[in-house]
């Protein structure tokens, strides 16, 4: 079979088995499961924490003693064996646990999948520069493939979706191994310290200001990244107690509008080159970061009927705000560092962003969103004033009752239902992501280099 067609199908699953239940599972653990906001913050941390070093330890564990191809296929099956086990938890707290196990296992298969292509195409004599992007971008593709396929059998706010992502990421594991060997390439020695096994000799980059700099703003734009991931479909999902709007396609179909982000995502990496060749490194960092302003105020003032085209720009300008700083992020490293270290900041430069930044996203959006922007509504009366419904409202009472609530004879509701103000926590998030772009561009003295030139020209060739 073609290399790089197996290369495309390992791309293409590797973010099958994610998307089946990333973009959704707020439905599932607010609508399903009737826990707690504050809890749900966590849940999207476990991808930062297990960032922070399962890569590291994985890549060690692929460069000195097991072949890429087979650790990769073990992680996967292990992924798929707790995300079968995942439907049979009925608490919040053991939920968050198993979770983060999951992500200690697939996590570090972004890096690997990336560099068992890189390795076979090397293998095989292709060029990775020219032959590596159109694989990769099935990865995506996959992506969309996965929520589609989730919200299309109805299976967006139940268990069924982590089945899902189960059964292909065991059938990921097993395709694994037929995949051409990567051995170990013994490129850590005997000799190596503990700080340069863990690339933790990068850190020494945080004594130059401009460099440090940069890793704080990575760190805190890297909290606004996964927001809308976890918040984006819940959100949409939530107009279904509107009467004016629980029918409508887009509130039924949330997860299919939402994938508009991932299209727009491939679309923008095309336009990359132009941007950088045009304004240079650090102008694409600032309009990126502009971008996630326009991503969160978009949603902020948008619904599913008038407002729609707010709500679809959102996800087209969604492709511009994680494409544009990541690549003209990783591009200021990789012309600001030394050979020797250049490796190591990269990690960093990951680890401050989808580590230490989603951590502190994660936790601070779901504390923040809890305490501030949701409410208890015990009384049916009270609940339909605020949907501008009538208390026997049949879309009302279609809801409460799909969330086990029963209204009592006396009007009350057999338990409250948690209504989140989600106006204010898009507009919060706008404020937040347009606070640290004029930060950003105040304080971030950076002028283009020719190295930065050489770079750009070499995307654009």
Same mark, same amino acid.
């Given at each position: 079979m073609n290399v790089k067609f197996r290369l495309t199908l390992m791309s293409f699953m590797q973010f099958f088995v994610w998307a089946a239940w990333l973009i959704t599972i707020a439905n599932y653990w607010f609508g399903t499961k009737q826990?707690?906001?504050?809890?749900?913050?966590?849940? &999207?941390?476990?991808?930062?924490? @297990?960032?922070?070093?399962?890569?590291?330890?994985?890549?060690?564990? @692929?460069?000195?003693?097991?072949?890429a191809e087979k650790l990769y296929g073990i992680l996967h099956l292990l992924y798929a064996v707790v995300m079968f086990y995942l439907p049979q938890v009925n608490d919040p707290h053991t939920f968050f646990w198993v979770i983060l196990v999951a992500m200690c296992f697939y996590m570090p298969t972004i890096a690997l999948s990336n560099s068992i292509s890189y390795t076979t195409l090397k293998n095989s004599e292709f060029d990775v520069v020219k032959d590596f992007p159109p694989i990769r971008v099935w990865g995506t593709i996959g992506f969309i493939v996965a929520m589609w396929i989730t919200n299309?059998?109805?299976?967006?706010?139940?268990?069924?979706?982590?089945?899902?992502?189960?059964?292909?990421?065991?059938?990921?594991? !097993?395709?694994?191994?037929? /995949?051409?060997?990567?051995?170990?390439? =013994?490129?850590?020695?005997? =000799?190596?310290?503990? $700080?340069?096994?863990?690339? !933790?000799?990068?850190f020494k980059l945080f004594s130059d200001y401009k460099m440090a700099l940069f890793f704080i703003f990575s760190m805190f734009l890297g909290g606004a990244l996964q927001l809308t991931n976890a918040y984006g479909d819940v959100f949409l999902d939530e107009f279904k107690m509107f009467p004016k709007y629980a029918d409508l396609y887009v509130v039924k179909r949330s997860t299919l509008i939402l994938s508009i982000s991932q299209i727009s995502e491939t679309l923008f990496i095309l336009a990359i080159p132009f941007f950088l060749k045009r304004f240079g490194i650090k102008k694409v960092m $600032?309009? @990126?970061?502009?971008?996630?302003?326009?991503?969160? +105020? !978009? &949603?902020?003032?948008?619904?599913?009927?008038?407002?729609?085209?707010?709500?679809?720009?959102?996800?087209?300008?969604?492709?511009? @705000? &994680? #494409?544009? &700083?990541?690549?003209? +992020?990783?591009?200021? $490293?990789?012309?600001?560092?030394?050979? =020797?270290?250049?490796?190591?900041a990269q990690g960093l430069f990951m680890m401050m962003t989808n580590g230490f930044g989603a951590v502190f996203g994660s936790l601070v959006s779901g504390w923040m969103i809890d305490r501030f922007f949701t409410k208890a509504y015990t009384n049916i009366q009270a609940t339909a004033e605020l949907v501008g419904s009538q208390p026997n409202d049949q879309h009302l009472l279609t809801f409460l009752s799909n969330k086990g609530i029963n209204v009592l004879a006396n009007g009350d /509701?057999?338990?409250?239902? #948690? $209504?989140? #103000?989600?106006h204010s926590i898009w507009l919060s998030f706008t404020i937040y992501a347009l606070i640290i772009t004029v930060l950003f561009a105040l304080m971030f003295k950076h002028k283009h280099t020719r190295a930065e030139q050489k770079a750009i020209e070499a995307i654009n060739h």
């Open positions: 826990w707690a906001g504050a809890d749900f913050g966590i849940i &999207f941390s476990t991808m930062g924490i @297990a960032s922070l070093f399962m890569p590291t330890l994985t890549g060690i564990l @692929a460069d000195k003693w097991i072949n299309l059998t109805g299976n967006k706010a139940s268990a069924n979706q982590f089945y899902i992502a189960g059964v292909s990421a065991l059938a990921l594991g !097993l395709y694994s191994f037929t /995949l051409p060997a990567c051995k170990p390439s =013994k490129l850590i020695s005997d =000799k190596t310290t503990f $700080v340069q096994k863990f690339g !933790l000799e990068a $600032v309009i @990126a970061m502009t971008a996630w302003v326009l991503r969160f +105020g !978009l &949603f902020a003032f948008g619904n599913p009927a008038d407002g729609l085209w707010m709500i679809i720009l959102s996800c087209i300008v969604y492709g511009m @705000a &994680f #494409d544009f &700083f990541n690549i003209s +992020g990783s591009l200021f $490293v990789e012309t600001s560092t030394t050979p =020797k270290t250049r490796s190591s /509701l057999s338990r409250a239902i #948690d $209504v989140k #103000d989600w």
